[in-house]
């Protein structure tokens, strides 16, 4: 083995976009590769100064939109902006673009249980309110526990007549050390499946 110091550690994680509402009632839209779910909770880690962040602190409805591969391009796109003006001081490659959709390309899409948008391309969405939110250590990172409302699931990703996502139909698209990928082949499924 050889001992190294990447700059960050996404080794591979999903990549979803977070819907929340600026304090104007329009939405904000930013993509973000640290999150991952334990029961009905999914707990989010993002930069404490973006406007996400502010966001989620003063009013804890958020949109959890997954992508899928096909929209790399359209969260790539959303990368430089920033719905912070000014644009903060650690975000100097970043703009301020307030109509973040259009600029990505995507459509808003109503929720059924909170004031953010849906991202309608995406084929996976999950409505949530932020129960708990934290300054990582160090402050530079806001740890939010958001619990989901509602999945809203594509039926084309969904097993017939269950409330399951089909493994098989499903590929979220994953971030891997700052490049997009899919899922590869299946390797095996765990004891617990129930859609083995």
């Known amino acids: 083995m050889t001992i190294i110091k990447p700059k960050i550690l996404y080794f591979g994680t999903p990549v979803v ?3 929340t509402e600026n304090a104007d009632g329009t939405a904000n839209l930013a993509p973000m590769s640290s ?3 334990l029961g009905q909770v999914v707990v989010l880690g993002l930069g404490a100064e973006g406007q996400t962040a502010r966001n989620l602190v003063e009013r804890p409805d958020v ?3 997954v992508p899928d591969p096909s929209l790399w391009q359209a969260v790539e796109r959303l990368a430089p902006l920033t719905g912070r003006d000014p644009v903060p001081a650690h975000k100097p490659t970043h703009r301020y673009e307030p109509a973040k959709f259009a600029a990505a390309g995507l459509s808003e899409e109503p929720s059924l249980h909170v004031r953010p948008p849906r ?4 084929p996976l969405q999950l409505e949530a309110r932020a129960e708990s939110t934290r300054f990582g250590a160090g402050g530079d990172f ?7 409302l509602a999945v809203h699931a594509d039926p084309g990703i969904v097993v017939p007549g269950t ?3 089909d493994p098989a139909a499903w590929s979220p698209l994953i971030y891997n050390f700052r490049h997009y990928f899919g899922l590869g082949d299946q390797l095996g499924h765990s004891y617990r499946s129930e859609t083995a």
């Open 17 to 19: 976009l977070l819907t």
């Open 35 to 37: 999150a991952w779910a």
């Open 63 to 65: 949109v959890i939109n």
């Open 119 to 122: 991202v309608a391309e995406c």
């Open 142 to 148: 806001l740890i939010v526990e958001a619990r989901v």
């Open 163 to 165: 409330d399951h996502v």
